[in-house]
Every structure is written in C-alpha cells, then in structure tokens.
C-alpha cells in the first residue's frame, strides 16, 4: 500500500534546503556589512564592494541551487525573490557609518519593512507545505521570529535593543518590531484554520495517486497471468487426435483467446 501513495521525501528535503538557502545567504551579506571594518569608505568605494559581495552571492546561490535537481522548477522563482532582496540591501552598508539619529531612523524602516517582506514570503512558503501537523506551525513560527530577531541583532547597531530606541514612530504605517512579533504570533490560528482547511484536497490527491497504484499493479497481474498462460499453451503436448498443423492452428487459436 505504501509504494502507491507517492511522497518523494527527497524532494520534500530539497524543498527545504531551497527553502532555507535564500534566508542564509541574505543573512550572509547582513553579517559580512555588520563585520565589515575597513576604515570609512566613501558612497562610492561602498558601492563598489556591496557589488563585488551581491555577485559573489548570487554566484554562491547558483551553485548551491543548481545541485537541488528534483526542485529545479522551483529554482527561478525562488531565486529572482532571492536577487529582489539581496538588492534591496545595497547602500547598507554605507547606511552603517551613517550614524546619526535620522540615518538609524530610517534604517529602522527599511529594517522592519525588510522584516514584513520576509514575512510575506514565509507565509506563503509556509502554505505550500500544507497540510501538516497543527504543532509545526506554532514551531515555524517560533524559528521565524528566531530568525528576524537574529537578522537584527547581525544589522542594526546593537541590536533588537538599538532598534527598540527608534521604531516607536516610524512613517507609513511601519510597526514597532514589538507590534511585529505580536502579529505574527496573533497569526497561529488563521495558519492553523488554513492547514485544516487543505487536508480534504491532499487527501483526495493521495486517494487517486493510490486508485492509479492499484489499477497499475491489476494491469501488471493480468498481464503476468497471460504471458503464463500463453507460455504454458506454447508448451502444450499435441493432442493424440491432431496432427502437428491441426495442433498448432488450435494452439493459435487459444493464445488468440486469451490475449484477447
């Protein structure tokens, strides 16, 4: 029973690491400007290597992504979200020696609204993996915020703890990253009505995945059983009361039968 429900863990896995690879090499580049020291570059000279490390990046990305062959239609997407953020950080890392009260201001806006993008994208990566058990959803949640706070704490000056000192009255709208926190957690229960909500289909999928496992393997006994049948009719003595032709035409005959 189990050969006919078709769940290719393998691919499952490459999900996951195609998942998983944009946010790492995002948090790569957020690292590599937090860590960068090399006195107080110009616009330009910031310019200049934020390119240089944007096409290492990119590069590192194809590579990786190019091994994850069960996935590979989900490869472009995946990787023009992948480009849309990496250049959605350039001019950070001269933004880092900017530091005054209103370059932290609205570094605080581009950080949360990246912060919301994120989000966004979780949620619907999220979605195509449902249905899954009610638990997991509640454990991608707590790993998401793990991951914008970890984000933070590698991009703004000093962290969860700076930016507290300047997002409490940011413009268009953008939420404090309090507000933020509260509002993906308030999120668990419509996640959860939408993962229940997608069983009916799934289960429906896997039911005609298994009609056509049973419809095949009645298709290979017949089969089986014919070629038997036809071997054994193939090998069948001459019948005392018929000459070798007369033998032969009949056996035709009966292989013709059940073929048919």
Same mark, same amino acid.
């Given at each position: 029973?189990?050969?006919?429900?078709?769940?290719?863990?393998?691919?499952?896995?490459?999900? +996951?690491?195609?998942?998983?690879?944009?946010?790492?090499?995002?948090?790569?580049?957020? =690292?590599?400007?937090?860590?960068?020291?090399?006195?107080?570059?110009?616009?330009?000279?910031?310019?200049?290597?934020?390119?240089?490390?944007?096409?290492?990046?990119?590069?590192?990305?194809?590579?990786? +992504?190019?091994?994850?062959?069960?996935?590979?239609?989900?490869?472009?997407?995946?990787?023009?979200? *992948? =480009?849309?953020?990496?250049?959605?950080?350039?001019?950070?890392?001269?933004?880092?020696?900017?530091?005054?009260?209103?370059?932290?201001?609205?570094?605080?806006?581009?950080?949360?609204?990246?912060?919301?993008?994120?989000?966004?994208? *979780?949620?619907?990566?999220?979605?195509? +993996?449902?249905?899954?058990?009610?638990?997991?959803?509640?454990?991608?949640?707590?790993?998401?915020?793990?991951?914008?706070?970890?984000?933070?704490?590698?991009? *703004?000056?000093?962290? =969860?703890?700076?930016?507290?000192?300047?997002?409490?009255?940011?413009?268009?709208?953008?939420?404090?990253?309090?507000?933020?926190?509260? +509002?993906?957690?308030?999120?668990?229960?419509?996640?959860?009505?939408?993962?229940?909500?997608?069983?009916?289909?799934?289960?429906?999928?896997?039911?005609?995945?298994?009609?056509?496992?049973?419809?095949?393997?009645?298709?290979?006994?017949?089969?089986?059983?014919?070629?038997?049948? =036809?071997?054994?009719?193939?090998?069948?003595?001459?019948?005392?009361?018929?000459?070798?032709?007369?033998?032969?035409?009949?056996?035709?005959?009966?292989?013709?039968?059940?073929?048919?």
């Amino acid at each position: 029973m189990g050969k006919f429900i078709l769940i290719d863990l393998k691919k499952r896995g490459e999900h +996951s690491e195609l998942k998983k690879l944009g946010p790492t090499l995002l948090n790569k580049m957020d =690292v590599w400007i937090a860590e960068f020291h090399d006195g107080t570059p110009t616009a330009e000279e910031c310019t200049a290597v934020e390119n240089a490390k944007i096409q290492e990046l990119i590069g590192e990305y194809d590579a990786e +992504s190019e091994k994850l062959g069960r996935v590979k239609e989900e490869v472009p997407e995946a990787r023009a979200q *992948f =480009v849309k953020y990496l250049n959605w950080k350039r001019g950070k890392l001269f933004l880092k020696f900017g530091a005054t009260i209103q370059a932290l201001e609205e570094q605080a806006v581009t950080t949360l609204q990246h912060c919301q993008e994120m989000w966004e994208t *979780f949620q619907e990566s999220l979605k195509t +993996s449902f249905p899954v058990e009610p638990s997991v959803i509640g454990q991608e949640l707590q790993e998401f915020l793990s991951q914008t706070t970890q984000y933070i704490e590698d991009t *703004f000056p000093e962290g =969860v703890k700076g930016l507290d000192q300047f997002d409490d009255a940011l413009p268009n709208g953008t939420p404090s990253y309090t507000e933020f926190q509260r +509002s993906i957690m308030a999120s668990e229960h419509k996640l959860k009505e939408a993962n229940t909500a997608a069983i009916p289909d799934e289960l429906a999928k896997l039911q005609e995945s298994s009609k056509e496992g049973f419809k095949l393997a009645v298709n290979e006994a017949i089969q089986k059983t014919i070629a038997d049948i =036809v071997l054994d009719l193939q090998q069948e003595e001459t019948l005392p009361y018929l000459d070798e032709e007369e033998m032969e035409a009949f056996r035709k005959e009966l292989i013709k039968a059940a073929e048919e």
